[in-house]
């Protein structure tokens, strides 16, 4: 793949092994909420797609790892927290959580610590990838995002049986060991310390921190007011905000498909394995595909597979001899692939446009904005849940709720000039640099 083994290079697997692996507690989550606390499908929504926020708003994690040292490292002292932060969540969960409200507060305290990791290995990437030949990025994004999906593979098939076997709390004491993983992989991050001394580094820095916050906020700005970024993130935004009625799914999968935590967790690890297809696909086969044209039949494909779930609500699937596990089955995995392939391409092209002294600040930023649409997306997901009247009995109005969600999918593209029609990231950055000479 074009890069040289190293220990630093094993931390940063780890690193995203673990946030892959983390989805072994998500479908424990689902149950508790459905199955422990009662609730409806809107309400799962909203509490599952709230415990995310920590991802919206991941700048902040990156003006911190970039400007204020802990103990004289900016990356080696906040994964050991972080991870400290994650099993401490989980372990909480599988405790002393006896309430939606409680599993709410942990389950933002546990994404809050994943979220802020990601930042600092993002950076630590990204470092690596600046000034790096086109190949060795790609191979570098694709590395570290095939780690994340082997974690998930390594999760998904267990997820569902240990959710059976053992219940969603089990799942969440086994989920709190690995959070450790990651404080265990910080010392392996080749990071000399800022200062002489550890104290006075840190003494150093918050004594100047006002002015390299506004550094920071200056070069971030610089590079956030580029078209040639700003554009294609918002395009991306828009697509991640239409609304998903994944929640309301699931409860109509076990409700009344009598789906098992088992057979979901086999549906889970379709997905993980169609995720490394992707990968796989862009690194190998779809590099030199342009932005434009891939977002397109991406998104296209994407909503004509979507609708098909309405052949399984209406029962029409099994009518043409499909069983509905064949035909989730089959869904998860060709859209997970089609996902992760229009996913790749924006990995490599942030990476790539982060100047020097912000990579973990803009970055973050990036992927913030991508992560707020999503957030933005499942909100909307929740409120035309509660206002098809779908409940945990009721499916009444679901084909409707899809139809709508899915097709929404659709209303982005007619912005799709605001992505640049090229292959790579190269020539992006000539337009970057164009417009900075403009300037």
């Given amino acids: 793949m074009g890069l040289e083994p190293s220990p630093e290079l ?34 799962v929504a909203f509490l599952t797609s709230f415990a995310a926020f920590p991802w919206v708003v991941k700048p902040l994690y990156g003006f911190l790892s970039d400007t204020v040292p802990i103990f004289g490292y900016k990356r080696r002292s906040y994964l050991i927290i972080c991870g400290l932060l994650g099993s401490l969540s989980w372990l909480a969960m599988a405790t002393v959580v006896r309430s939606p409200a409680g599993a709410l507060l942990a389950t933002v305290v546990g994404s809050l610590g994943t979220a802020c990791s990601d930042v600092v290995v993002d950076s630590i ?18 590395l570290c995002w095939a780690s994340a999906a082997l974690g998930g593979v390594a999760s998904a098939y267990y997820s569902g049986s240990l959710v059976q076997s053992w219940g969603p709390r089990g799942v969440f004491a086994l989920t709190a060991a690995f959070p450790l993983v990651v404080s265990a992989a910080a010392v392996l991050i ?50 991640q905000a239409t609304p998903t009625a994944e929640t309301a799914m699931f409860y109509f999968q076990t409700n009344t498909l009598g789906f098992t935590p088992e057979f979901l967790g086999k549906v889970r690890l379709a997905g993980a394995l169609a995720s490394l297809a992707g990968v796989g696909a862009y690194n190998f086969a779809l590099k030199d595909v342009p932005l434009r044209k891939m977002f397109l039949w991406t998104a296209v494909v994407g909503t004509g597979l979507g609708l098909t779930q309405v052949l399984l609500i209406t029962g029409t699937s099994r009518a043409l001899g499909i069983s509905n596990e064949l035909f989730v089955l089959g869904d998860s995995v060709i859209l997970t692939a089609l996902g992760q392939v229009a996913f790749m391409p924006v990995l490599v092209l942030a990476a790539q446009l982060c100047p020097e002294g912000v990579e973990a600040t803009l970055f973050a930023t990036l992927m913030s904005i991508l992560n707020g649409g999503a957030f933005v997306g499942s909100a909307l997901g929740s409120g035309l849940t509660a206002a ?22 659709l209303l982005p593209l007619p912005l799709l000039g605001l992505v640049p029609n090229t292959t790579g990231a190269d020539e992006i950055k000539r337009k970057a640099d164009a417009e900075n000479e403009q300037e």
Wanted: hydrophobic share 50%; glycine share 8%.
């Fill in 388 to 409: 098809f009247g779908v409940t945990a009995t009721d499916f009444t109005h679901l084909v409707p709720l899809i139809l709508v969600c899915t097709l929404s999918s």
């Fill in 190 to 239: 080749a990071e000399q310390p800022v200062g002489p001394t550890r104290l006075k580094a840190d003494q150093a820095y918050l004594g100047n921190m006002a002015r390299s916050l506004e550094v920071q906020a200056r070069a971030l700005w610089g590079a956030v007011n580029q078209r040639s970024i700003l554009l294609p993130a918002l395009f991306v935004f828009l697509w």
């Fill in 10 to 43: 094993v931390a940063i697997s780890m690193v995203y092994f673990v946030q892959g692996i983390l989805g072994l507690s998500r479908l424990g989550v689902s149950f508790l909420y459905k199955d422990e606390f009662h609730l409806e499908p809107a309400s």
């Fill in 125 to 142: 990437v990204v470092e690596r990838s600046r000034g790096a030949p086109q190949g060795t990025a790609g191979s570098l994004q694709s």
